[in-house]
């Protein structure tokens, strides 16, 4: 079994995440304009924590982000420091467009689904971990 792995000082890691973040009320109100100023923000925020965005798309009332970090990322900080800088920078450069579908500045829904991601499928990984001291 082969990883794609990164190092610290003192460990060996692959760790990597698929973040759904919800338009408050599922409203349909991202495009490709804002998305890419919010894959700017993304990115400014993901420098300060040490995170590498993979890849990130969206549709209309959600976006995906696929993100690598290493086991000291604070993951929940950094995911509602990116929550409150992307809903900020889209509320000030669209806020006017959808104030009347959005109120009160929220951008996004309090609540996001996290998925650790793996190179390989779990039930490999079981099958892998099961065959261990098997002789």
């Not at 349909?28 to 804002?34: A, C, G, K, P, Y």
């Not at 929220?106 to 079981?126: A, E, R």
Request: aromatic residues 10%; proline residues 1%; glycine residues 6%.
């Amino acid at each position: 079994m082969e990883y794609d792995l990164n190092s610290g000082s003192h460990s060996v890691y692959s760790l990597d995440y698929h973040l759904i973040l919800v338009v408050k009320y599922r409203r349909s109100v991202l495009n490709d304009e804002r998305t890419e100023l919010l894959r700017r923000a993304t990115e400014q925020v993901s420098e300060s924590y040490d995170v590498g965005i993979k890849d990130m798309e969206h549709d209309e009332d959600h976006v995906h982000i696929l993100f690598g970090a290493s086991p000291t990322t604070e993951i929940i900080k950094y995911i509602n420091v990116l929550k409150s800088a992307t809903a900020r920078r889209i509320n000030e450069e669209y806020g006017e467009e959808y104030k009347d579908r959005l109120w009160g500045g929220t951008f996004w829904s309090p609540s996001y689904c996290l998925i650790s991601t793996g190179q390989v499928s779990l039930d490999k990984l079981k099958e892998y971990v099961e065959q261990q001291g098997v002789v």
